[in-house]
Each structure stands twice: as C-alpha cells, then as structure tokens.
T-cell receptor, first 114, second 115 residues
Framework: NAGVTQTPKFQVLKTGQSMTLQCAQDMNHNSMYWYRQDPGMGLRLIYYSASEGTTDKGEVPNGYNVSRLNKREFSLRLESAAPSQTSVYFC?????????????FGSGTQLSVL | AQTVTQSQPEMSVQEAETVTLSCTYDTSENNYYLFWYKQPPSRQMILVIRQEAYKQQNATENRFSVNFQKAAKSFSLKISDSQLGDTAMYFCAFMREGGSEKLVFGKGTKLTVNP
C-alpha cells in the first residue's frame, strides 16, 4: 500500500551541483505533479504530466527539468542548484487531470542548497 | 488568475472544542472545486474535504464540515470536537474545472490543539 514514493527524503547540495528527485506511484494514475513548498507559502506547481509522454510547465518551472519515464515514474532534475531552490518538494499523482480528481501526495523531500 | 487567501496564519483551540478556519478565493469561473488539505508534522498532505461549486449542500466528513458561500467566495472549514491529532497546517485549495494542474493553494493556517 505504498501510494506515492519519493526519494530521497533529505538532501543537502552545494551551489552548482545537480541532482534528481525520484517519484513513483503504484496506483496506475495517469497524471503526476511536482510541487515545492516554501515557508509561509502554499504549494506551488513546478511541472506536471497529464499523461504518460507529456509534460508541461507549472507556475515556477525555472531551474528545473522533468522526465516522465513511464506511467509510474516522474523525476525532477535540478541541473545547477541554487540557494533559492532550498525547499520541500512534493510529488503527487491523480487518476486524471480532469479537475475534480483527488491528488495523492508523497511525503516530501527536504532539499537544502548551500 | 485564481487566488486563495487564508487570513489566519495561526490558530489554537482547546481539545474537544470547535474551531473554524477561514478561506476566501477569487475567480471568474463558475464551475470549480475547493479542497482542504491537512499537513501534520509528518509532512504528508492529506485531503480532508472536497466541495464541488455546483453543489449547494455543504460537504461533511465526520468531524469536518465546510461553510461554502459561493456568492461571497468563501470556503471555511469547521472542526468539531477537536482532537490532539488535528494539530497540523491546513491548506485551502482551488481547482478550476477541467484541470488538476491548476490546483492553487493558500498559504496555510497552522492549527494547534491544546490539551
């Protein structure tokens, strides 16, 4: 009964380093999302994938890239990390992007960029 | 663009009492969905309750209920018989019809339930 699994849970990077956050869901969902959560802010959408083979920018895509590897997996890559990318990152999935679908969230990745 | 405003950054309530969290939103859409998500210290985002804008009846889930006022664009969450496990951040969220990618969150209200 895993749901949405994110790895790693914690990560510290130096400015300029790169890394990939992994996300996998086992609910056969079509749509997947990456959000970031900053103190005093709600969650903001970075990228989403409405279905396998498609990806689109969200509200704050700069500095990130994504890959929808297959139906289960949706990764987020930071090519050259910056201190402004220090945040908690959440992956989520839903059956579709129809608009009334419940989103299921992973437990988040705390990322610090020094 | 849609915006969601939660005007109470922090609230506290005594165990077993009732508390209401406020949320207002701005949209020109007629059909949309509203949500309350709970984020306990574990960081897990948990859907508490969902309301469809075309439904006049307020949604209820056990001790959680909403007061949805479409004309006023208000969507408050009432927690009855508060329990210690209700201590969490609560986020109000808006989604327009036809696009889960357009889920917009408020900044959250930190609720503390005191014994």
């Amino acid at each position: 009964n895993a749901g949405v699994t994110q790895t790693p849970k914690f990560q510290v990077l130096k400015t300029g380093q790169s890394m990939t956050l992994q996300c996998a869901q086992d609910m056969n969902h079509n749509s997947m999302y990456w959000y970031r959560q900053d103190p005093g802010m709600g969650l903001r959408l970075i990228y989403y994938s409405a279905s396998e083979g498609t990806t689109d920018k969200g509200e704050v895509p700069n500095g990130y890239n994504v890959s929808r590897l297959n139906k289960r997996e949706f990764s987020l890559r930071l090519e050259s990390a910056a201190p402004s990318q220090t945040s908690v990152y959440f992956c989520a999935s839903s059956m579709s992007s129809a608009g009334n679908e419940k989103l299921f969230f992973g437990s988040g990745t705390q990322l610090s960029v020094l | 663009a849609q915006t969601v405003t939660q005007s109470q950054p922090e609230m506290s309530v005594q165990e077993a009492e009732t508390v209401t969290l406020s949320c207002t939103y701005d949209t020109s859409e007629n059909n949309y969905y509203l949500f309350w998500y709970k984020q306990p210290p574990s960081r897990q985002m948990i859907l508490v309750i969902r309301q469809e804008a075309y439904k006049q009846q307020n949604a209820t889930e056990n001790r959680f209920s909403v007061n949805f006022q479409k004309a006023a664009k208000s969507f408050s969450l009432k927690i009855s018989d508060s329990q210690l496990g209700d201590t969490a951040m609560y986020f109000c969220a808006f989604m327009r019809e036809g696009g889960s990618e357009k889920l917009v969150f408020g900044k959250g209200t930190k609720l503390t339930v005191n014994p």
